[in-house]
């Protein structure tokens, strides 16, 4: 079995502010992990992954995350938001064998809001 | 253009109807999923399928059922079992055999059940 925590359902932050959204994972077997963000109104798109190697990975709009597999962790960061940050953020994991090969697992989401 | 397509975008159907959405891809991709999306609950997938004319359960499968008899097609039917199916539902696919690519989301579908 898999299943992903998102600790924070909301996060109010103030503009230029750093954030961090964090998120654990629980999986018997091997996984991929990823993070998605979806603007009001909107599918879902693809902000970042961890395929291997280094622990912290980039990715678009200035996020990174980094990975602790010790701690089953893979938290968002970001050392200064914009009023365009705001919208919700999804942590996934993508099975990759056993039972759940292929299952992809979202958590609850968080709700970043940026106040100017 | 390359993508996934979800079609109506709302949907209305009286209670205890059936009711089918549709998804289709053109990306080529193996894998496919339906998610029902509700406030403060995330993402909570219903189906998934890894190739053709094979699909597993997901974690709140009851009251839904699905098929996959082409690769670019993954329909998701509401049954009158689902228990409360007013719900924004949204259809995913990705690569099957790589499971560290991302997965790509159509617009989605706002059933309404009346």
């Known amino acids: 079995a898999q299943s992903v925590t998102q600790l924070d359902s909301q996060v109010p932050v103030f503009e230029e502010a750093p954030v961090e959204l964090r998120c654990n994972y629980s999986s018997s077997v091997s996984v991929y992990l990823f993070w998605y963000v979806q603007y009001p109104n909107q599918g879902l798109q693809l902000l970042l992954k961890?395929?291997?190697?280094?622990?912290l990975v980039k990715g678009i709009n200035g996020f990174e995350a980094e990975f602790n597999k010790s701690q089953t962790s893979f938290h968002l960061r970001k050392p200064s938001v914009h009023i365009s940050d705001t919208a919700e953020y999804f942590c996934a994991v993508r099975g990759a064998g056993g039972t759940s090969y292929g299952k992809l697992t979202f958590g609850q989401g968080t709700i970043l809001t940026v106040h100017p | 253009d390359g993508g996934i397509t979800q079609s109506p975008k709302y949907l209305f159907r009286k209670e205890g109807q059936n009711v089918t959405l549709s998804c289709e891809q053109n990306?080529?991709?193996?894998?496919m999923y339906w998610y029902r999306q509700d406030p403060g609950q995330g993402l909570r997938l219903i189906y998934y399928?890894?190739?053709?004319?094979?699909?597993q359960k997901g974690d709140i499968a009851e009251g839904y059922s699905v098929s996959r008899e082409k690769k670019e097609s993954f329909p998701l039917t509401v049954t009158s079992a689902q228990k409360n199916p007013t719900a924004f539902y949204l259809c995913?696919?990705?690569?099957?055999?790589?499971?560290?690519?991302?997965?790509?989301f159509g617009q989605g579908t706002r059933l309404t059940v009346v």
């Open positions: 961890y395929l291997s190697g280094s622990t």
């Open positions: 995913a696919s990705s690569t099957g055999g790589q499971m560290n690519t991302e997965a790509f």
């Open positions: 990306l080529n991709h193996d894998a």
């Open positions: 399928s890894q190739i053709v004319n094979d699909f």
